[in-house]
């Protein structure tokens, strides 16, 4: 938290797990493999929880990407998250 300086307060009032329910169109979470361990492992506890609500989830990591760059792969169709 030292870089986001977030209180309890916010980083409730911004954690989607806060506000996770069941009923949800289909989940694509993706993760950067060139993210730190809590980056990958909040994707996975996400997925988990979603999945445990009945949420149908896709988890993916992606290589060689990070949070700033990840979304590129939206425009490339010969990646996996296009």
Do not use: C, W, Y
């Amino acid at each position: 938290n030292a870089g986001l300086g977030l209180d309890a307060a916010a980083a409730r009032r911004n954690s989607p797990a806060i506000f996770a329910r069941g009923t949800t169109p289909p989940l694509t979470l993706a993760v950067g493999a060139n993210e730190t361990p809590d980056f990958i492992r909040q994707q996975r506890d996400f997925a988990a929880l979603m999945t445990k609500l009945g949420a149908p989830v896709t988890a993916i990591e992606i290589p060689k990407r990070h949070h700033f760059d990840v979304t590129h792969d939206l425009a490339d169709a010969g990646t996996t998250l296009h």
